[in-house]
């Protein structure tokens, strides 16, 4: 009796439960969260199958630097500061300056370098340490590309650092490097000496800096990091687009004074009788500044300098 009581009672409360207006709702979105489940479980096993049995799926890692044919610079160099190529630069002075068009008179005149009775603008530094020879380390770190004898500014070395920047170190007396060499900042090259080119320097090490082959003022990058040296070639590309725009102002300018000075000169007509023009260069003073020689296989100097 009891037995019956119960499940009728039981009965009773599921019929209610069905009687409310979110049971149904609820049971429909459950079974539809169950098939979409399966429906997913299945199409992700069957792509995993198909994946596995495509011949055309390359298991191989690949190694190659995507990039390799960029001159790309290591992290480390790009964090590098330019250093005085000594190897202790406490006693260490530069007695031959780079020329400046910008520098003050004096620098400009410790700046040439007297040679075969001429005088030339220098493209680098000359460092000495009292008259001593003293190891000669690199600037910076990077792929040594040249090592050879000039018969001028004697062993010549030169570092390739990437981005088209350049350093050359002259004047060596010994040569502890090698062309292909790879170089790290403070590696020593040699040993510094004397030059023909540079003889009033005594015992020194002549240092350029280039950048896309044009000489740099080393004294600007001393202590600047790398980078400073790789914005050289955007910045001046926009003075010299600034200078063209600028250039061509005044050109159109001068086509519009010349063509009113030819109109006054209609007016005005002929010259006087006896007037006379002055020849060309006339009056012109030679200043003796040469280009300087230059270094190269054949007897003269791959180290560009301008004669002032």
Request: charged share 30%.
């Given at each position: 009796m009891r037995d019956e009581?119960?499940?009728?009672?039981?009965?009773?409360?599921?019929?209610?439960?069905?009687?409310?207006?979110?049971?149904?709702?609820?049971?429909?979105?459950?079974v539809a969260a169950l098939v979409l489940a399966g429906v997913l479980w299945y199409q992700q096993r069957g792509e995993e199958v198909d994946f596995a049995d495509d011949p055309n799926v390359n298991d191989e890692v690949i190694t190659e630097d995507p990039f390799?044919?960029?001159?790309?610079?290591?992290?480390?160099?790009?964090?590098e500061e330019l250093t005085m190529p000594v190897a202790e630069q406490e006693n260490s002075t530069i007695?031959?300056?780079?020329?400046d068009y910008d520098a003050s008179e004096e620098d400009q005149e410790n700046a040439l370098v007297?040679?075969?009775?001429?005088?030339y603008?220098?493209?680098?530094?000359?460092?000495?340490?009292?008259?001593?020879?003293?190891?000669?380390?690199?600037?910076?770190?990077?792929?040594?590309?040249?090592?050879?004898?000039?018969?001028?500014?004697g062993n010549v070395v030169q570092i390739d650092h990437g981005q088209e920047v350049t350093t050359v170190y002259a004047s060596l007396d010994e040569v502890q490097t090698e062309a292909g060499a790879e170089v790290k900042q403070g590696d020593v090259l040699g040993t510094s000496g004397r030059n023909i080119f540079g003889q009033a320097s005594g015992v020194h090490v002549h240092?350029?800096?280039?950048?896309?082959?044009?000489?740099?003022?080393?004294?600007?990058?001393?202590?600047?990091?790398?980078?400073?040296?790789?914005?050289?070639n955007t910045e001046k590309a926009e003075d010299s687009d600034a200078a063209n725009e600028d250039g061509s102002v005044e050109g159109?300018?001068?086509?519009?004074?010349?063509?009113?000075?030819?109109?006054?000169?209609?007016?005005?007509?002929?010259?006087?009788?006896?007037?006379?023009?002055?020849?060309?260069?006339e009056g012109d003073e030679e200043t003796g500044v040469e280009e300087e020689p230059g270094m190269n296989e054949d007897a003269e100097s791959s180290i560009s300098m301008t004669q002032t």
């Amino acid at each position: 009796m009891r037995d019956e009581e119960k499940k009728s009672v039981t009965k009773l409360k599921f019929r209610r439960l069905l009687g409310k207006k979110w049971v149904y709702p609820a049971i429909y979105l459950s079974v539809a969260a169950l098939v979409l489940a399966g429906v997913l479980w299945y199409q992700q096993r069957g792509e995993e199958v198909d994946f596995a049995d495509d011949p055309n799926v390359n298991d191989e890692v690949i190694t190659e630097d995507p990039f390799g044919d960029e001159d790309a610079v290591p992290v480390m160099q790009q964090s590098e500061e330019l250093t005085m190529p000594v190897a202790e630069q406490e006693n260490s002075t530069i007695v031959t300056k780079f020329y400046d068009y910008d520098a003050s008179e004096e620098d400009q005149e410790n700046a040439l370098v007297l040679y075969d009775n001429k005088y030339y603008q220098s493209t680098g530094v000359d460092i000495t340490k009292n008259d001593e020879k003293f190891d000669v380390t690199a600037a910076m770190s990077g792929t040594v590309t040249e090592v050879k004898e000039d018969p001028l500014y004697g062993n010549v070395v030169q570092i390739d650092h990437g981005q088209e920047v350049t350093t050359v170190y002259a004047s060596l007396d010994e040569v502890q490097t090698e062309a292909g060499a790879e170089v790290k900042q403070g590696d020593v090259l040699g040993t510094s000496g004397r030059n023909i080119f540079g003889q009033a320097s005594g015992v020194h090490v002549h240092f350029e800096v280039r950048k896309d082959g044009e000489a740099l003022n080393p004294e600007s990058f001393f202590g600047k990091p790398f980078g400073e040296l790789e914005k050289q070639n955007t910045e001046k590309a926009e003075d010299s687009d600034a200078a063209n725009e600028d250039g061509s102002v005044e050109g159109e300018d001068a086509t519009s004074e010349e063509e009113n000075q030819d109109v006054s000169d209609e007016e005005i007509g002929e010259l006087e009788p006896g007037a006379e023009e002055e020849a060309p260069g006339e009056g012109d003073e030679e200043t003796g500044v040469e280009e300087e020689p230059g270094m190269n296989e054949d007897a003269e100097s791959s180290i560009s300098m301008t004669q002032t």
